[in-house]
């Protein structure tokens, strides 16, 4: 098989993966639930793209954080104004552009990161606080500048993640609204709760 072919088949295998350990969980998947999943005989053919079933889980979680990463660090930069609450906000619609674009992949980096065993374990924690520090700094930033209220501002950042993270558990494509529908009113319910009035 050619190196093109043998990249489309692993990627297809990390897709199936996706799709598994968000519907029955990483646990309870197994490598012939994977190769099933393909169509394949076998769980054995698979080892000859990957190495095993938590290659799959570091490899769907990296991946989804480093979408993450890429789609805020630049909405930040090109939110076009010093505001921390304009930066807040581009940093959000861009969060759940990601979620929304990659449910599957979402899911499984929001809730089977955990089976991830060290090092790898401590690398994704440490890529995920680095991450959230970003949220943490534009919270400050406005707390600070009195764009937001006097606020906790570890609390404030949690809470911010949490709700938006929770639209994996709920949006649809072929749903009422867009993706970007549902990221703006998100977004403005959380900020209008932040604000100094």
């Not at 393909?38 to 054995?44: D, E, I, V």
């Not at 009195?146 to 809470?159: A, K």
């Amino acid at each position: 098989m050619s190196s093109n072919g043998t990249k489309t088949r692993r990627t297809e295998i990390v897709a199936a993966a996706e799709r598994l350990f968000r519907d029955k969980g990483y646990l309870a998947t197994t490598m012939r639930d994977i190769a099933d999943e393909m169509g394949m005989q076998g769980g054995g053919s698979l080892y000859a793209h990957i190495s095993g079933k938590e290659e799959l889980l570091w490899h769907i979680a990296s991946e989804a954080i480093d979408a993450f990463f890429a789609a805020v660090i630049p909405a930040i930069e090109q939110a076009g104004s010093n505001s921390p609450a304009d930066k807040l906000q581009a940093a959000m619609l861009a969060h759940m552009g990601v979620i929304c674009e990659r449910l599957s992949a979402a899911a499984v980096y929001f809730d089977e990161w955990r089976h991830l065993s060290q090092p790898k374990r401590g690398q994704f924690l440490e890529r995920r606080n680095q991450y959230e520090r970003i949220f943490e700094a534009l919270v400050l930033q406005g707390v600070q500048s009195s764009v937001f209220r006097q606020l906790d501002v570890r609390v404030t950042t949690l809470h911010l993640l949490g709700s938006m993270n929770a639209i994996r558990h709920w949006y649809r494509p072929d749903g009422r609204l867009s993706a970007q529908e549902v990221a703006a009113r998100i977004t403005d319910l959380l900020l209008e709760g932040i604000h100094t009035r």
